[in-house]
Each structure stands twice: as structure tokens, then as C-alpha cells.
């Protein structure tokens, strides 16, 4: 099991994040994280076709929710999946548990890389 930091992860995250046209800022969760209930049901991988019908539910409350989900049940994170490249790291998987990592200001996670 590969761990990386939080930090060198950060310098390659975006901020804001963007799901499917919803933009999620660090300010947003913050402000909103204590307004939104947790969501435990997964975002769907982009060629589901569930993601593509129910567009509409994936709002920035319902991405904090996620969010808030992981930072309440840490044991839930699993790994994230990276992809290395020259000199970037791309979130293929995990970007709503590594952010719940960023405001648990926990110090690293556990990673696998995603083989392109």
C-alpha cells in the first residue's frame, strides 16, 4: 500500500472542483458542511448510465454531503486512484475522500495507481 502527503497532493488538485458542471470550491465545503446531510450512496463512474439520467441529483449540497459522509466515517476511505504522470498527479477515483482527508487535516493517504 503506497501513501503520498496531503500536501504534495493539494499542489495538483484543482480548487475549484468541478463534477459534471457542478463547481465545488474549499470555501463552499466549509461554509456548507455543517448544513448538508451525508451521503452514502456513491457518485457514479462517468460511463454509468444512471450518472447521465439523474444529472440533475449530483448538486454542490449533495458533493458536500459526500464529502461529510468520509470525514464522518474515516474508515469507509479506501484508496484513492492516481495517475502519475511527468510532472502531475490526475485523481482518476477518490476526489470527495481526498477532500475529506484535507479538512480531517490528516497528513497522508493511501493511494494506488491507475495502470492507463
Not at 504534495?8 to 488538485?13: D, G
Not at 448544513?35 to 460511463?47: A, D, G, H, T, Y
Not at 441529483?57 to 461529510?68: E, N, P, Q, S, V
Not at 470525514?71 to 484508496?79: A, H, T, V, Y
Amino acid at each position: 500500500m503506497d501513501k503520498i502527503t496531503i500536501k504534495e497532493l493539494q499542489n495538483h488538485f484543482p480548487n475549484p472542483i468541478t463534477w459534471d458542471n457542478v463547481t465545488v470550491s474549499m470555501e463552499d465545503i466549509l461554509n456548507r458542511i455543517d448544513k448538508v446531510k451525508e451521503i452514502i450512496e456513491p457518485f457514479p463512474f462517468q460511463w454509468d448510465i444512471k450518472r447521465i439520467e439523474d444529472e440533475k441529483l449530483y448538486t454542490k449540497d449533495w458533493h458536500i454531503g459526500r464529502i461529510k459522509y468520509f470525514i464522518n466515517n474515516p474508515d469507509k476511505i479506501e484508496l484513492l486512484e492516481l495517475i502519475f504522470e511527468k510532472d502531475k498527479i490526475r485523481f482518476y477515483d477518490g476526489c470527495h475522500r481526498f477532500l475529506a482527508h484535507v479538512i480531517r487535516n490528516d497528513k497522508e493517504c493511501c493511494y494506488k495507481k491507475h495502470l492507463v
